[in-house]
């Protein structure tokens, strides 16, 4: 039997669910209403799934008061490995690598103001599975080249953040591009519907502080590579 028919398809994507919050790393504590809110299933459907995760091996768990401790276990991470796996054999060709270098400015500060919007902040946790540090890295891109190849991301996957509003202003949507910065810290490309920096700029975000953990000034050049 095929791999791919070993597994339970809906019980897959709720490992890779799982995963995006960042059970990979670490134990996760989730409420019952929290877990039926992230898989769109009523309490009931969500907890007998959960078991049959735990059943198949892929995730441990631990019931506490008011919720559950999960994480995702070595059997897990080689489901999700697999997968990967034979994903990259249909995309690795058909999206070849994208580099971009750009030289490190101070930026408005507009970055750091809008990812710390709850209804921004919210879905890069659940979407990248980490909390950004409340600052983006700001990049002047090269060379024309390096422009093109920023129009480039568009034919290449993406995490889409949906827009949201507050009641008194709406904010629009963002694409998100995973990168790794200088092949050394991984990260995320922001490309906003509403930019407010011209095409030859880039921001970045990441869990940490990177001008201080890379010990980055304005003026260095910094790599980053898509996948």
Do not use: C
Request: charged content about 25%.
């Amino acid at each position: 039997m095929k791999f791919v028919d070993k597994i339970k398809t809906s019980e897959f994507f709720m490992l890779f669910e799982i995963a995006k919050l960042g059970a990979l790393e670490k134990t996760i504590k989730l409420t019952s209403v929290r877990i039926s809110e992230i898989f769109e299933f009523s309490q009931q459907t969500s907890a007998r799934k959960l078991r049959n995760l735990e059943h198949l091996g892929w995730i441990s768990r631990e019931i506490v008061p008011k919720g559950q401790l999960i994480r995702i276990t070595k059997e897990g991470r080689e489901v999700l490995q697999k997968v990967y796996s034979n994903l990259s054999i249909l995309f690795v060709n058909r999206f070849p690598p994208v580099v971009l270098e750009g030289e490190v400015f101070t930026g408005l500060g507009e970055g750091s103001y809008y990812i710390q919007k709850e209804g921004y902040l919210k879905q890069f946790k659940e979407q990248l599975g980490f909390t950004p540090y409340p600052g983006t890295l700001n990049l002047r891109l090269r060379s024309k080249a390096d422009i093109n190849a920023k129009q480039d991301l568009g034919t290449m996957p993406y995490i889409p953040i949906e827009g949201w509003s507050n009641g008194q202003r709406t904010y629009g949507p963002v694409k998100v591009y995973r990168t790794m910065i200088n092949n050394k810290v991984r990260g995320a490309l922001l490309d906003a519907e509403r930019g407010h920096y011209s095409e030859d700029v880039v921001e970045i975000i990441a869990p940490e502080f990177l001008r201080k953990l890379m010990g980055l000034k304005d003026g260095d050049i910094v790599q980053l590579l898509f996948i």
